[in-house]
């Protein structure tokens, strides 16, 4: 580490937290009622973020990544936590025969899974009817190594279960690739663009919501509301409190630490 990660004394690392508590439902430009997404500042409690006026009462697909891009090209150093999987275990990469690199691996996942049209489902993907899925499936006892070391963590590939992340996870990352092939100059995909941040530019990070949801009253919100509004709501005191740089530097051997380099890392945990 070359320390671009420590924290000042009473200097926060980010100007604005953002949660998002993601979904896999439906398609990319149907209303979700379980998407939602949560901002704060070093000074400001969470606030729930809503959808321009439309004849869709909640966030779509196509909507959030639309705003987020809006948001990352801000000059506004930002922290954003989204509650599902950035890449898959590296079973996955050897059994496909994949370069062992993050941008290789959303763009080949994109020309399989093309989750992003504006009427295609996973479902749709994941039992044939569009794209190219079943030639990149994977087994549901594959695990990362974040998942092996968070609570309760499923695999990205475990479908139709509570608590499940694949559905998210295989809608979600054609809108990782589209805002990295757009802002890649501006933001920090951690921990794929490296472990220590730059000082100048927002970063992108996948977040577990169960890791804290427990512990902060949800006072009248949503199962979804509560899922964004912890994460935006832990990043924010964790930078307050000096503790969060800490998080991006978690204690990891060299081996570890390259095979997270690719499976990804889920921000908050240990």
């Not at 580490?1 to 998002?20: A, E, Q, S, V």
Request: proline share 8%; hydrophobic share 35%; with cysteine.
């Amino acid at each position: 580490m070359d320390g671009t990660t420590k924290k000042c004394t009473g200097m926060p690392l980010f100007n604005r937290y953002i949660g998002i508590d993601y979904s896999g439902a439906k398609t990319p430009t149907d209303s979700l009622k379980g998407l939602r997404i949560y901002a704060a500042t070093p000074d400001d409690d969470p606030v729930e973020i809503h959808p321009p006026p439309s004849r869709r009462r909640y966030w779509t697909r196509r909507g959030t990544a639309q705003w987020l891009l809006e948001r990352l090209r801000e000059p506004i150093r930002t922290l954003v936590g989204i509650d599902h999987g950035f890449s898959f275990p590296l079973p996955y990469f050897h059994q496909y025969g994949l370069l062992l690199d993050w941008p290789a691996f959303l763009e080949d996942f994109h020309r399989h899974w093309p989750t992003d049209d504006d009427h295609v489902s996973v479902d749709d993907v994941r039992y044939g009817r569009v794209g190219r899925g079943q030639a990149r499936l994977g087994h549901p006892r594959w695990l990362r190594l974040t998942e092996q070391r968070a609570r309760a963590a499923k695999s990205v590939f475990r479908f139709d279960v509570e608590g499940s992340v694949a559905k998210s996870t295989h809608a979600g990352l054609p809108w990782l690739l589209m805002l990295r092939r757009l802002v890649s100059a501006q933001v920090h995909f951690w921990p794929f663009d490296g472990w220590d941040l730059p000082p100048d530019r927002s970063v992108v990070a996948e977040i577990y919501p169960s890791l804290w949801r427990r512990a902060i009253p949800t006072e009248r919100r949503t199962p979804d509301q509560q899922d964004a509004y912890v994460v935006a709501d832990w990043m924010r005191k964790a930078d307050g409190e000096g503790s969060l740089a800490g998080f991006f530097a978690p204690a990891l051997t060299a081996e570890e630490q390259a095979q997270a380099s690719i499976e990804g890392w889920i921000l908050g945990v240990r």
